[in-house]
């Protein structure tokens, strides 16, 4: 029987791509990117109830517009318009591909869709993917001849994202090198139509200007990050099979200006000019502006998916390479596009998890959220800082008799008598700068409820992330939040089973350790341990993970002890550490620093520091508990007590 190709290839390839993304999106409990996702999710949802949300500038018009049918159907909705969005983008680069004589252009959609940021962020609520979309349907109608229409479209890209602004200049000058005059000013569209749109809610025909979302300096996040921070993930954002092909295909297209005929040097340049130098000048805004702490950057790789649809048109041309070399010879050009396509699969799913788990802090927020919802019928108003909290209720966030945000210290003092308030230490002492002091103090503000992760988890300002329920109290001052807080924490205790308990009370010791014992100054009993310049680590617990019961739920170390120093800690530093150990170093790290913390000279301070695990990684690792010393005085120690609990409940 005579073996023929598939024809159209790209039609089966799209369609099995876009069943795989949907498949992904459904099965995707979590989403990438933050609670973000769910501020845009709520602005296309209920833009129709509250008209003026559609434009709101923080949510991108175009998007929150162009959404909105979506999001009717909730947040599995509005993934799938990402979707959608993607599978065109691919489709959309494939054509362009072909325009400019890039085969198999096919192959674009494969290492588009299996770029791992690319793929991860199709699950969102996010903006950078329709970004990615406009930009690269603009391309695509500037290299079929079109060019008013890609004039036309590239001037809503800033809609999209603000960044727009940025790539219009590139499209301006490659209508300028093909003397498309005509087309020039079209690239006004987007701006005229929006500003009319808009002037009637702002009384502003220049709101787009005046409304900007982003100050230079943001009142939060203003601290300056790595430059190179963005190169340097640079292997998660494409991957490596892409990363490599990208390097490949810039040094192609250089060299390319240099030979070949006029046509091949015209094309590289083109390419150049639309799709390289808007990548290496968006890089670099986004760079500096972390560089500096301005305009909120935080420095998220998530905003550099909106231009992997350029990036990959690159790779794609330097998948060329690959192909010249493969000649006529089909066996060979199969066996290319066979290895690629295998290894973009391998490294898409190894660099992020697929499905989409939900993260950490959504759990938590969840599990706080859900409760409240059980506890209380009817449901009385909740205040929140976490744009989750009215998600996972299911309740209008901008109907201020069901939920509300709160933004302020002085909002505390106003919540109405009988309000539930949710403060999570993610957006409580950041965004919304609320410390929780504030509420803790508050004469009225009861606690009713704690939520801490089943390990410890560090969040935004290393804070550890906890979730706080309040209520308010028609009396004042009938309770102590502090104490309540400890009944909570001593609960969680009880729910854990005493595994192993090791005190150090250092009466009596090994030989080694009894060289290092004074009786001139104990905490108790009648001997301590001295750590002079030369003893870095005290004596301490080292447990093989392999030693513990195996329980389901959460491992607990609980550590405490007596610290004596002659001199001030800034000048003898000190900690005490628990951490958890393999072969490549700790996974799992807390430490009391007391150089840091304020403890005194001349006096027993009790130290005390508990830590909730990550999951084991093997059963070869080892939990230490220790003292550090980095000080060049005297540091005696006594009465080393550590504790390990486990199981309770997930």
Same mark, same amino acid.
């Given at each position: 029987m005579?073996?023929t190709?598939?024809?159209?290839?790209?039609?089966?390839?799209?369609?099995?791509?876009?069943?795989?993304?949907?498949v992904?999106?459904?099965?995707?409990q979590?989403?990438?990117?933050?609670?973000?996702?769910?501020?845009?999710?709520?602005?296309?949802?209920?833009?129709?109830?509250y008209?003026?949300?559609?434009l709101?500038?923080w949510?991108r018009?175009?998007?929150?517009?162009?959404?909105?049918?979506?999001?009717?159907?909730?947040?599995?909705?509005?993934?799938?318009?990402?979707?959608i969005?993607?599978t065109l983008?691919?489709?959309?680069?494939?054509?362009?591909?072909?325009?400019?004589?890039?085969?198999?252009?096919?192959?674009?959609?494969?290492?588009l869709?299996?770029?791992?940021l690319?793929m991860?962020m199709?699950?969102?609520?996010?903006t950078?993917?329709?970004?990615?979309?406009?930009?690269?349907?603009?391309?695509?109608?500037f290299?079929?001849?079109?060019?008013i229409a890609?004039?036309?479209?590239?001037?809503?890209?800033?809609?999209?994202?603000?960044?727009?602004y940025f790539?219009?200049?590139?499209?301006?000058?490659a209508?300028?090198?093909?003397?498309?005059?005509?087309a020039?000013?079209f690239?006004?569209?987007?701006?005229?139509?929006?500003?009319?749109l808009?002037?009637?809610q702002?009384?502003?025909?220049?709101?787009?200007?005046?409304?900007?979302?982003y100050?230079?300096?943001?009142?939060?996040?203003?601290?300056?990050?790595?430059?190179?921070?963005?190169i340097?993930q640079?292997?998660?954002?494409?991957g490596?099979?892409?990363?490599?092909l990208?390097?490949?295909?810039?040094?192609?297209?250089v060299?390319s200006?240099?030979?070949?005929?006029?046509e091949k040097?015209?094309?590289a340049a083109?390419?150049?000019l639309?799709?390289?130098?808007p990548v290496l000048?968006?890089?670099?805004?986004?760079?500096?502006?972390?560089?500096?702490?301005?305009?909120?950057?935080?420095?998220?790789?998530?905003?550099?998916a =909106?231009?992997i649809?350029?990036?990959t048109?690159?790779?794609?041309?330097?998948f060329?390479?690959?192909?010249?070399?493969?000649?006529?010879?089909?066996?060979?050009?199969?066996?290319?596009?066979?290895?690629?396509?295998?290894l973009?699969v391998?490294?898409?799913?190894?660099?992020?998890?697929?499905?989409?788990?939900?993260g950490?802090?959504?759990?938590?927020?969840?599990?706080?959220?859900?409760?409240?919802?059980?506890?209380?019928?009817?449901?009385?108003?909740?205040?929140?800082n976490?744009?989750?909290?009215?998600?996972f209720?299911?309740?209008?966030?901008?109907?201020?008799q069901?939920?509300m945000q709160?933004w302020?210290?002085?909002?505390?003092?106003?919540?109405?008598?009988?309000?539930?308030?949710?403060?999570?230490?993610?957006?409580?002492?950041?965004?919304c700068?609320?410390?929780?002091?504030?509420?803790?103090?508050?004469?009225y503000?009861?606690?009713?409820?704690?939520f801490?992760p089943?390990?410890?988890?560090?969040t935004l300002g290393d804070?550890?992330y906890?979730?706080?329920v309040f209520? /308010?109290?028609?009396?004042?001052?009938?309770f102590?939040?502090?104490?309540?807080?400890q009944?909570?924490?001593?609960?969680?205790?009880?729910?854990?089973?005493?595994?192993?308990?090791?005190?150090?009370?250092?009466?009596?010791g090994?030989?080694?350790?009894?060289?290092?014992?004074?009786?001139?100054?104990a905490?108790?009993?009648?001997? =301590?341990?001295v750590?002079?310049?030369?003893?870095?680590f005290?004596?301490?617990?080292?447990?093989?993970?392999?030693?513990?019961?195996?329980p389901?739920?959460?491992?607990r170390?609980? =550590?405490?002890?007596?610290?004596?120093?002659?001199?001030?800690?800034?000048d003898?530093p000190? =900690?005490?550490v628990?951490s958890l150990?393999?072969?490549?170093?700790?996974?799992?790290?807390k430490?009391?620093?007391?150089?840091?913390?304020g403890?005194?000279?001349?006096?027993?301070? /009790?130290?005390?520091?508990?830590?909730?695990l990550?999951?084991i990684?093997?059963?070869?690792d080892?939990?230490?508990?220790?003292?550090?010393?980095?000080g060049?005085?005297?540091?005696?120690?006594?009465?080393l007590?550590?504790?390990?609990?486990?199981?309770?409940k997930d």
């Open positions: 005579k073996i190709s598939i024809r159209h290839p790209e039609t089966y390839i799209l369609a099995g791509m876009l069943i795989l993304l949907l992904l999106s459904f099965l995707s979590g989403y990438y990117g933050g609670t973000d996702n769910i501020n845009h999710y709520f602005l296309s949802r209920y833009a129709f109830a008209p003026k949300l559609f709101n500038p949510g018009p175009l998007y929150t517009i162009l959404s909105s049918p979506f999001a009717q159907f909730g947040f599995t909705g509005i993934k799938v318009f990402n979707v969005l993607g983008s691919a489709w959309l680069l494939m054509k362009t591909a072909r325009e400019l004589k890039l085969n198999p252009s096919w192959m674009a959609v494969i290492m869709c299996f770029t791992p690319y991860v199709l699950f969102t609520a996010m950078e993917i329709l970004f990615g979309f406009v930009l690269i349907c603009s391309l695509y109608l290299f079929s001849k079109r060019y890609a004039a036309v479209v590239i001037s809503f890209l800033p809609f999209a994202r603000s960044e727009g790539m219009i200049p590139f499209i301006f000058l209508l300028l090198w093909r003397k498309q005059w005509k020039i000013p690239l006004a569209t987007g701006f005229a139509v929006f500003s009319v808009g002037a009637y702002y009384h502003d025909l220049l709101w787009v200007i005046r409304n900007n979302p100050p230079l300096i943001h009142p939060v996040y203003h601290t300056p990050g790595d430059f190179w921070s963005f340097k640079a292997d998660v954002t494409f490596v099979p892409n990363l490599v990208l390097c490949v295909g810039i040094i192609m297209l060299l200006l240099f030979k070949g005929n006029s040097r015209i094309n083109e390419i150049i639309l799709f390289l130098l000048g968006y890089y670099f805004f986004h760079s500096f502006m972390y560089s500096k702490g301005w305009a909120g950057s935080l420095g998220f790789i998530r905003v550099m =909106a231009i649809p350029l990036t048109l690159i790779s794609l041309y330097g060329s390479l690959f192909t010249m070399l493969a000649g006529n010879r089909k066996w060979l050009r199969s066996t290319f596009l066979f290895l690629l396509t295998g973009l391998v490294f898409n799913f190894k660099t992020f998890n697929f499905p989409v788990p939900m950490e802090e959504e759990k938590l927020i969840k599990k706080a959220s859900d409760w409240v919802k059980s506890s209380f019928s009817p449901m009385p108003l909740v205040l929140y976490d744009f989750n909290v009215p998600y209720l299911g309740t209008d966030p901008y109907s201020p069901k939920s709160i302020k210290p002085s909002s505390v003092k106003d919540i109405a008598m009988g309000a539930i308030y949710i403060w999570d230490s993610h957006f409580g002492p950041n965004e700068k609320i410390p929780l002091d504030t509420v803790m103090r508050d004469p503000m009861r606690l009713i409820k704690l801490r089943r390990a410890e988890l560090y804070h550890p906890e979730v706080y209520r /308010k109290n028609p009396v004042a001052n009938e102590d939040n502090y104490f309540l807080t009944t909570f924490i001593d609960a969680e205790d009880r729910e854990l089973t005493p595994v192993i308990r090791k005190v150090f009370d250092f009466e009596s090994s030989a080694d350790v009894d060289a290092r014992l004074t009786r001139l100054n905490a108790s009993g009648k001997q =301590a341990f750590m002079d310049s030369k003893t870095e005290s004596p301490g617990l080292a447990l093989k993970c392999s030693e513990l019961p195996s389901a739920g959460k491992i170390v609980k =550590a405490s002890v007596q610290l004596f120093s002659a001199v001030s800690y800034a003898n000190s =900690a005490l628990i150990e393999n072969s490549k170093g700790s996974y799992g790290y430490a009391v620093f007391l150089e840091k913390s403890f005194e000279k001349g006096k027993w301070n /009790k130290v005390s520091l508990n830590s909730d990550p999951d990684k093997s059963k070869d080892i939990i230490k508990v220790y003292v550090w010393h980095r060049k005085s005297d540091l005696i120690v006594d009465d007590i550590i504790d390990i609990l486990a199981g309770g």
